[in-house]
């Protein structure tokens, strides 16, 4: 019997994603809110869902998630409701909370599809969960959310990408070498985010990828036995051409690969956790026309998405919060150089840009103001 006490109910927290071309702009305007985008504009951005026929993956992928959740959290006796709620789409996190809510919980734990610390994978999401509880507040709902620290260097998320990477170089039928590298990719971010990310924590967001792509090469390396260049490269980057975001694209990286002699290339995807629109468009789209231009046998490894190692990784992490709730000291494993990231975000951790308090109030936070009993 797995005890999640003091929780009575978790929180599979996501970004969304259209399901049908009607929900295309509606979406976006949501992802974009408060920018005063034109929706002609908005459509433009949307090329790449109606591309796939108005609809993302990803909101499929987050149910075959938390239908995997669910069968974990059974097989080790949790019984614990658990639901998805999402940033820009529905189910929007606000109802999920309020469902949660009329059920009968008042601590919940949350999970972010984020595996990352950065603006737009930790503390966007905190800004959100405060929005949803002041709204609630008001309408009389009162709840205590937490939110699972970032997983980047979780055992159970790395071993899954180092499986996808192993199986991906027997599918190219080439062994790892100059001629056959491994390209990372993660998110781009504007640079600003990318300081900011690493403000106060013990690596920025591409340090921690950077951390997580040397295991997952060696581990890799050994089983294939050769050893694996790697890079790290980008995708997805969008704001203006004025504006710097993290570098280099991954297009890019393949095309200059292709020069310095490799004849074939691998992509591993490690800052997503499941093959959304970002993973299906700008990957096996565009960085494939480019590799197929180029001549370049090339082959993409699976994300996290629902492998055994993941999933289960996932629920030792919702355990081992609870446990510390509790005042335990459970065990928190992690791979690589920079060990286990706060619980709870230090006040200013993770802001769009480094030392600016947009003001915004943001949940999961350390107060660090004495209460007078
Ligand atoms: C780091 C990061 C992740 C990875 C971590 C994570 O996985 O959470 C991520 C995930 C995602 N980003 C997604 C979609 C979008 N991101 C946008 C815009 C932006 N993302 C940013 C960063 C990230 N984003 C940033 C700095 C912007 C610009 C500023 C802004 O606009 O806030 C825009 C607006 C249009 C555009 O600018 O291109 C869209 C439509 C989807 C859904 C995909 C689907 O539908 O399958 C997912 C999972
Ligand atoms: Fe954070």
Redesign the pocket.
């Known amino acids: 019997m797995s005890d999640l006490t003091p929780y009575d109910a978790v929180l599979l927290l ?5 399901e049908k071309p009607d929900d295309v702009v509606p ?2 305007r949501n ?2 809110a408060g920018r005063g985008i034109p929706d002609s504009r908005l459509r433009e ?1 949307g090329e790449h ?1 109606y591309a796939f026929g108005g609809r ?3 909101n499929d992928q987050n149910r075959a998630l938390l239908a995997e959740l669910r069968r974990e959290l059974d097989e080790r006796g949790a019984d614990i409701p658990i639901v998805l709620g999402n940033r820009n789409w529905e189910p929007y996190l606000v109802d999920a909370l309020r469902d949660l809510h009329e059920g009968g919980a008042r601590r919940v734990l949350t999970l ?3 595996a ?1 610390a ?4 930790c503390r966007q999401y905190r800004e959100n969960i405060a929005a949803a509880l002041s709204t609630l507040a008001e309408e009389g709902r009162y709840l205590e959310v937490d939110k699972v620290r970032p997983y980047f260097n979780d055992p159970g998320f790395v071993q899954a990408n180092i499986d996808a990477v192993v199986s991906a170089y027997e599918r190219l039928g080439v062994p790892p070498s100059p001629e056959a590298p491994l390209v990372f990719v ?2 781009s ?2 640079t600003t ?1 990318e300081v900011a990310s690493g403000a106060g924590n013990p690596a920025s ?1 591409s340090g921690q990828h950077l951390d997580v792509a040397a295991v997952v090469a060696a581990r890799a390396a050994e089983q294939l036995g050769a050893p694996i260049p790697w890079e790290l490269a980008y995708c ?1 980057r ?2 203006t051409a004025f504006t710097p975001w993290t570098e280099p694209d991954v297009n890019r990286t393949i095309a200059a690969l292709h020069a310095d002699g490799a004849a074939n290339v691998v992509l591993a995807p490690i ?3 499941s093959d ?3 993973v299906i468009y700008d990957l096996d789209t565009e960085a494939r026309e480019t590799a197929d231009e180029l001549g370049m046998p090339m082959e993409r490894a699976a994300t996290a998405g629902t492998a055994p190692a993941f999933v289960s990784g996932l629920v030792d992490l919702l355990l081992e919060r609870a446990a510390s709730e509790r005042g335990e000291e459970p065990e928190r494993r992690t791979v690589g150089t920079l060990g286990a990231w706060h619980d709870v975000c230090p006040p200013g951790c993770c802001r769009l840009r480094s030392g600016v308090d947009s003001g915004v109030p943001a949940a999961c936070e350390r107060t660090d103001v004495m209460t007078v009993a």
């Open positions: 996501s970004f969304g994603g259209p979406f976006l992802v974009t951005v869902y993302s993956p990803i972010v599809t984020s990352y950065s603006y737009s994978g993660t998110h971010i504007p985010m967001y997805s969008s704001g800052g997503f956790v959304h629109m970002e």
